[in-house]
């Protein structure tokens, strides 16, 4: 049971939140249990929407983005998060089951891919602090600065979500993946 509850349909949702709740159900076609939590506040859901939509339009791929969701939902342990990036990675970005093994141990079976989920962990596990070599290493891979600076914020968006699921311990709405239960 969640300890933040959430609205159970959009017209219970706060009138602010209504209309971008109905963008996000025409989008994915339901409203997972994440933006409803979220639509508590209708500023935080506006912000929410906001920076995913506009990273969405950025240079990284949409696979990339899933990787680096995963990475980080694995390393915080969040179930809710690692279960719709799992299902998102698989539906929408076409990723298999060893590329998402692969991603939740913090890598990559791609080499351009790779770096990214790499430096993602690090940005995760240093808390920004990474060492020049790291910096050095992910353009060697191809990534430009912009592209580094999109890395950092998807790390910094997935750990909000990742965080607010776990303290409102967010009912997982997608097939359920644990993050205590890691592939060998």
């Given amino acids: ?26 989008q994915l076609g339901s409203v997972p249990n994440l933006f409803r939590l979220v639509s508590v506040s209708p500023a935080a859901l506006e912000g929410y929407l906001g920076l995913s939509g506009a990273l969405g339009k950025g240079r990284l791929p949409a696979a990339t983005r899933e990787r680096v969701a995963l990475a980080v939902a694995q ?52 808390r920004g602090r990474v060492a020049g070599e790291d910096l050095s290493e992910i353009r060697a891979a191809g990534y430009d600065d912009g592209q580094i600076i999109e890395i950092v914020q998807h790390v910094a968006l997935n750990i909000w979500t990742n965080y607010l699921n776990e303290l409102a311990q967010t009912e997982v709405d997608f097939p359920v993946v644990d993050a205590a239960e890691i592939a060998a």
Avoid: T, W
């Fill in 1 to 26: 049971m969640p300890r933040i509850p959430y609205p159970a349909s959009i017209p219970a949702a706060p009138e602010a939140s209504q209309p971008l709740l109905q963008a996000v159900e025409k």
């Fill in 75 to 126: 390393a915080n342990g969040c179930n809710y998060c690692l279960s719709a990036h799992s299902y998102l990675g698989k539906a929408l970005a076409k990723l298999d089951e060893a590329e998402i093994a692969a991603n939740r141990a913090g890598r990559s079976n791609d080499a351009k891919a790779d770096a990214a989920v790499r430096f993602a962990v690090k940005v995760l596990e240093a």
